[in-house]
């Protein structure tokens, strides 16, 4: 069973762009969560999405933002970026279901903002 | 609300020594606890986890962990480190009640072995 995938894994853009990044689930894998990971910040919780909905949000300005295809895939999006988004983004898929166990993770798309 | 307390941003052991990461928990509701590991340029992968029933529980790569509820603690522990091991290691807790979706993680501990 192929893993999570996220695309690109590196990317470099200057202060005032916006980025999108994507990731396909495992297959089956109905959720997809979204954290942003920082040496200074750790691994902090942006949102989930489940069924094209999104279902839990973390404590993020509205330049964050995301979507789920009905594929189960999910793009982020960071509009107007600044120097402090610079961080490994790391998709992580579960099943989904309540109560449900652990996390897969892709490798991540690290962003670096100059 | 909830969250994780990792005890120690490093901890070096040498191989073939006894490797103990420290985790303490908090949360108002039964959680679901889990330990990851990440090696550099890579993403986290699932050590083990504790959902309900035996409270020792054992992973891959020889590494197990004890939830103790009284403690809210879910240390980690490995009897004979080995090289391979040299990574960094998060707790992270969920919420029983909702989903796996939205864990909260512990800062993490770079574990370093040395030779």
């Known amino acids: 069973k192929a893993g999570v995938t996220q695309t690109p894994r590196y990317l470099i853009k200057t202060r005032g762009q916006q980025v999108t990044l994507s990731c396909s689930p495992i297959?089956?894998?109905?959720?997809v969560s979204w954290y942003q990971q920082t040496p200074g910040q750790g691994l902090q919780f942006l949102f989930e999405y489940f069924s094209e909905t999104q279902r839990n949000k973390g404590n993020f300005p509205g330049r964050f933002s995301g979507r789920q295809f009905s594929n189960s895939r999910s793009e982020m999006n960071v509009s107007t970026l600044e120097l402090g988004d610079s961080a490994l983004y790391l998709c992580?898929?579960?099943?989904?279901?309540?109560?449900?166990?652990?996390?897969?993770f892709g490798e991540g798309s690290r962003l670096t903002v100059l | 609300a909830q969250s994780v307390t990792q005890l120690g941003s490093h901890v070096s052991v040498s191989e073939g020594a006894l490797v103990l990461l420290r985790c303490n928990y908090s949360s108002s509701v039964p959680p679901y606890l889990f330990w990851y590991v990440q090696y550099p340029n890579q993403g986290l992968q699932l050590l083990l986890k504790?959902?309900?029933?035996?409270?020792l529980v054992k992973g891959i790569n020889g590494f197990e962990a004890e939830f103790k509820k009284s403690e809210t603690s879910f240390h980690l522990t490995k009897p004979s480190a080995h090289m391979s091991d040299a990574a960094e290691y998060f707790c992270a807790v969920s919420d029983r009640n909702t989903n796996a979706g939205k864990s909260t993680f512990g800062d993490g501990t770079t574990l370093t072995v040395k030779p």
């Open positions: 992580a898929s579960s099943y989904g279901g309540p109560g449900t166990g652990e996390l897969f």
């Open positions: 297959s089956g894998h109905r959720s």
């Open positions: 504790y959902t309900t029933g035996a409270t």
